[in-house]
């Protein structure tokens, strides 16, 4: 069989503000593979299914000197990001076609892995869209349901406010506080966000854009827990409609990723009410091993079953990623945001 | 016996930026009290020693309708904040003249209590100085030794930076994190203050004011526990020096209390370094509950000996009060600010 071109996203620059497709990423062409024959040395041919957009890449686009918990992109090599994948040949033992694997995958259609460390074997015995394994079933899902778990701490009639309610994150958020009986306030950037925030049922749910954040949470609050996803002012805004004692789950502040920043002024509100605030990755060791065998066991069947909603907005093919990153820096996407690479 | 007058400092307007005494504050001579006949209808008559002066009066110094965790001042009546009197005259069960109480007394000489509510019986046993009671043994001496507690969790090699670390708080916390075998950074306002950082076994000290605080972390560190003190462009130089998993103990942040709070630009640390970040107050039920009675049996006998050190700066006479409430809130004070009242 003839080579089969295999299609990348180069990371070409830093940006400067927003990521822009085809400047900041570069879509590729240029390498083929041939699928039948190619050397495995030892390792296996894998066929990206699925890849993840998520917010967290824009901090990957920086300049390698700075350090971060997550390293950064580098200059003409492909961008990486969660996503599943259909092994087609296999060199290594206990690998066999067919069999899928969840992981840190390049953004490109088709790799060669020496071994499967850091991958995990999907068994799948839901039957659930292989998409849904990088969002509710993958890391914006763990995010969700460690961090909740770790630092939440619900009390009856608590009042828990979710800003990015209607990402994949936020989302299980909402659910998990109504599932704990909790009083959800939940902020989205559209109608439509909106709209999904009332159907994961949130009791007070708002167009941020359109709304005023802090007399949303005068009216509806004070607030016990804050789940953050944003930061920037509406991080300002809980901290004045904190409890004393209130929880802050800092988990994301997308406000300030193409800004280098946003300033938060009153942060001194964290003495007088006595806030805790955790900051957290989701691939922290100790998170892992409390949390996530667990989380596999008793999160499929919920999303099986329909009693985790989730809303998925896909792009089709490995050329649309570069816009998919921008959509969801500026909150465009509706739902989690996934490339479909390919079928199966 | 004729009245003596009983002399009294009054919240006269809320400041703008810096609390200028006879502006902010006044002293008061136009009330009299007659010692030996004036009806304690029940209570007892206490005789003003010694008042502290502490950074977070100035908070207290704002307009009625603002919320905090500490009311308040009214404008026309005296300030108040903790001190330590002794009973001269009493119709109250179990008050006795020549008794010391310690809690919170009016900036006034002479006062009449109902009860004891509030006020702690000072027994004494080491002979040490009635003002030491409202520093190292006080307020400030219990905020350090129960926050250090709750929240630092120090491991061994552990790097700690106390910023404040000349004021009665920050010389505490730099002693018990030395005592926890802990490497010291701590950073005071002159040169004088550096001095005395050193004395207290601070492996490194620096003047903020001449020293960059990013570059001595920067060498230094990085640092595994923050006691803040001070808050803004410090608190950011720490945020850019903390290892993964840092405790931040936010105490105090005087940077910004004088100019309605200092930002922050780079809070959106606390994630990728998974920061903890404890907001706390000392009064809090729950920390007095489970460290107050320890710190009056452990503290004070180490005090006595001198292996807990401490530095006053001390103002004499009540009308000195608001010059002293100005020096703490510019940093001229040397050591705990007090006030001493009277002798005996």
Redesign the interface.
């Known amino acids: 069989m003839s080579p089969t071109v295999n299609g990348r996203v180069l990371f070409n620059e830093v940006p400067t503000g927003f990521p822009v497709p085809g400047k900041t990423t570069i879509y590729d062409k240029s390498k083929t593979i041939d699928l039948d024959n190619v050397d495995l040395e030892g390792g296996f041919l894998i066929k990206t299914l699925v890849l993840s957009i998520d917010p967290y890449m824009r901090?990957k686009m920086r300049e390698p000197g700075k350090k971060?918990?997550?390293p950064p992109y580098n200059k003409g090599e492909p961008l990486d990001n969660f996503g599943v994948g259909v092994v087609l040949r296999s060199d290594t033992p206990d690998v066999t076609p067919g069999d899928h694997y969840y992981g840190i995958f390049p953004f490109q259609e088709y790799d060669i892995r020496k071994n499967t460390d850091g991958l995990r074997k999907l068994t799948n015995e839901h039957n659930i869209p292989w998409s849904v394994f990088v969002g509710t079933l993958g890391m914006p899902g763990k995010t969700a349901w460690f961090a909740w778990q770790e630092f939440a701490h619900p009390e009856k009639d608590d009042v828990v406010f979710v800003s990015g309610g209607a990402g994949p994150v936020g989302s299980l958020v909402i659910q998990l506080a109504k599932a704990d009986g909790l009083k959800v306030i939940a902020s989205a950037g559209s109608e439509q966000k909106v709209a999904f925030l009332k159907e994961l049922g949130a009791d007070v749910a708002f167009n941020y854009k359109t709304t005023d954040t802090a007399e949303v949470l005068e009216k509806e609050g004070p607030i016990n827990i804050y789940w953050d996803n944003v930061?920037g002012p509406t991080?300002e805004a809980a901290l004045e409609a904190a409890t004393?004692e209130a929880r802050f789950i800092?988990?994301?502040?997308i406000s300030?990723y193409n800004s280098?920043?946003?300033?938060?002024?009153?942060?001194?509100?964290?003495?007088?009410?006595?806030?805790?605030?955790?900051?957290?990755?989701v691939g922290?060791p100790k998170l892992v091993a409390k949390y996530e065998e667990r989380f596999y066991q008793e999160v499929p069947p919920k999303v099986a079953k329909g009693e985790i909603k989730l809303r998925e907005d896909r792009s089709i093919g490995l050329e649309s990623a570069g816009q998919a990153i921008l959509d969801v820096q500026v909150g465009n996407n509706n739902g989690k945001k996934v490339i479909i690479v390919a079928k199966e």
Request: with cysteine.
């Open positions: 901090g971060s918990y997550s930061g991080l004393v800092e988990c994301g502040m300030g280098g920043g946003a300033p938060v002024k009153n942060i001194f509100q964290v003495i007088g009410k006595q806030i805790k605030m955790s900051g957290f990755i922290n």
